[in-house]
């Protein structure tokens, strides 16, 4: 399994599949490179590339929590991007993988050939954040990933109306771990600890000033119609601040997304093009 090493020693792990174009698909906060798999097959053209970050998926746990912060994940990127010999990528970022392409325009930019945030933005409803930090850190109640599925089914169906519990099942399994002893996270627990110091050393920067670091970079934006954590009114702003901005809304879906939808498709095909 394909691994590299950051440039503080930790280990983490990559898929690279495919040829052409490299695109980066970077996760949400908790999960990890598994959740790309519904893109996957819409993305045969392309070198498609997703990573684990630190303490996520099979990458290596850190034992210094502060470390799950979006300044050091967006340098694992870097390291990721220097070890293949990347010059330049497009990526497509699921909500934490949002923030940190927008990091990463400002610290980075000429390593960006194009970005897609996919139900992210510079400003988070606050019922979004309240709801993420209801379940971070939290060990399963479920024992199975059946009973795992649906209880995804129960507290998503909501957002996602007409989902089957076939597809929260594959969810279910990209988000834990099923052991004898019942499921466990497929990520470092620590994580909610390193949500709530930083939350309480207010070390959340202003996002708008992140946002627009992407003026000069094909941008697209994809939000999900029920989404709770972008809100119609922030994609507006992010549209008038970023005249050149491709965004779409998807029907049905929530926070976030599967990236299979037509109109999601639609939005990352635009970005790659303008890339």
């Known amino acids: 399994m394909p691994f590299f090493s950051t440039n503080d020693g930790k280990r983490l792990y990559f898929e690279d599949t495919g040829s052409g174009r490299p695109v980066l698909c970077l996760a949400g906060l908790t999960r990890n490179s598994r959740d790309f798999s519904f893109l996957a097959p819409h993305m045969t053209d392309w070198r498609m590339i997703a990573m684990d970050y630190r303490g996520r998926g099979q990458s290596e746990h850190d034992s210094d929590h502060g470390n799950y912060s979006l300044l050091r994940e967006s340098q694992d990127v870097i390291d990721l ?91 279910a399994e990209f988000q834990n771990q099923e052991t004898t002893e019942g499921l466990t996270l497929r990520y470092d627990p620590a994580l909610r600890t390193a949500l709530l110091e930083q939350a309480a050393a207010g070390a959340i920067p202003d996002m708008w000033i992140f946002f627009e670091a992407l003026q000069d970079i094909p941008t697209g934006v994809i939000r999900g119609e029920n989404s709770d954590l972008l809100s119609a009114q922030t994609l507006a702003e992010m549209q008038n601040r970023h005249p050149g901005l491709i965004s779409a809304t998807v029907p049905d879906r929530g926070h976030v997304p599967f990236l299979d939808e037509p109109q999601s498709l639609g939005v990352i095909r635009k970005v790659l093009d303008a890339a």
Do not use: C
């Open 81 to 171: 991007l220097d070890h293949l010999d990347l010059d330049q990528v497009t990526v497509i970022g699921t909500s934490r993988g949002g923030l940190i392409a927008m990091t990463l325009a400002t610290t980075h930019p000429k390593r960006l050939a194009a970005v897609v945030l996919n139900d992210v933005g510079p400003v988070f409803n606050p019922s979004g954040i309240a709801k993420i930090m209801e379940y971070v850190g939290k060990q399963p109640v479920s024992k199975t990933y059946d009973e795992a599925a649906q209880a995804l089914q129960h507290m998503m169906g909501p957002q996602f109306p007409g989902i089957s519990l076939k597809r929260w099942r594959q969810m």
